[in-house]
């Protein structure tokens, strides 16, 4: 199983930028990069995916270099209401062993 | 509101008392997750089912019965708890099990098991 390993925690401001790093050594072949956001009581909710290259969609931005052993979501001018826990994870397709959110990265934004 | 309904919002139980937990999806998929999130660890997938069958159960306590009547709806039946099943339940829908990693999720259940 590929696993992941990202920051306990971060702190920013309004407005700021926000890069979350994941790193992913054992990433196979077919694995994809998928990334979730979770807000206290909540259930998860999905924010992108991808597989190389950048992907990009209302909410964040996703870079995976050439190598694919790490990714980095990019979070563009945050607010308050983006304070949230966003777990990376890295799955293949049927195969649901690989779907472990792990700890994740409990994200604050201050005023 | 993501098209997946769950019922009741918060549950406190006996030790002794049988529950289910309900969950509806609305987004015409095909397969549905039940996870336990209890205080500060991770989200554990409990059960998976694709098409109305069961095709993970990842070594979840009998005390836990799913069951899966239709693509739409899943329930978790409980008997018979202990106070460590408090927790967070989470229900989720994928269109498929080849799409299982984008789910959406229900605003969950909390249970708390006295």
């Known amino acids: 199983l590929a696993k992941t390993t990202q920051p306990i925690s971060m702190d920013s401001y309004e407005g700021q930028e926000v890069n979350i790093t994941c790193s992913h050594n054992?990433?196979?072949?077919?694995?994809?990069i998928t990334w979730y956001q979770q807000f206290p009581s909540q259930g998860p909710r999905f924010i992108i995916q991808g597989y190389k290259t950048k992907v990009t969609n209302e909410v964040a931005s996703l870079f995976i270099p050439a190598d694919r052993k790490s990714s980095t979501l990019s979070l563009p001018r945050v607010s308050l209401s983006d304070t949230a826990v966003y777990y990376c994870?890295?799955?293949?397709?049927?195969?649901?062993?690989?779907?472990?959110f792990g700890t994740g990265t409990r994200l604050q934004v201050f005023p | 509101e993501t098209g997946v309904t769950q019922t009741p919002r918060h549950l406190v139980m006996g030790m002794t008392n049988k529950k289910s937990l309900k969950c509806e999806q609305h987004?015409?998929?095909?397969?549905m997750y039940w996870y336990k999130q209890s205080a500060k660890k991770p989200l554990e997938l409990m059960f998976v089912?694709?098409?109305?069958?069961?095709?993970e159960n990842n070594s979840v306590p009998s005390r836990f019965s799913p069951e899966c009547p239709n693509s739409s709806h899943l329930f978790l039946h409980l008997h018979t708890l202990q106070p460590e099943d408090s927790a967070l339940y989470l229900c989720?829908?994928?269109?498929?099990?080849?799409?299982?990693?984008?789910?959406?999720f229900g605003p969950g259940t909390r249970l708390t098991v006295t």
């Open positions: 089912y694709s098409l109305e069958e069961r095709v």
């Open positions: 054992n990433i196979a072949t077919n694995d994809y």
């Open positions: 989720a829908s994928s269109q498929g099990r080849d799409s299982y990693y984008e789910q959406y």
């Open positions: 987004l015409g998929h095909n397969a």
């Open positions: 994870l890295v799955v293949g397709a049927y195969n649901t062993d690989k779907l472990i």
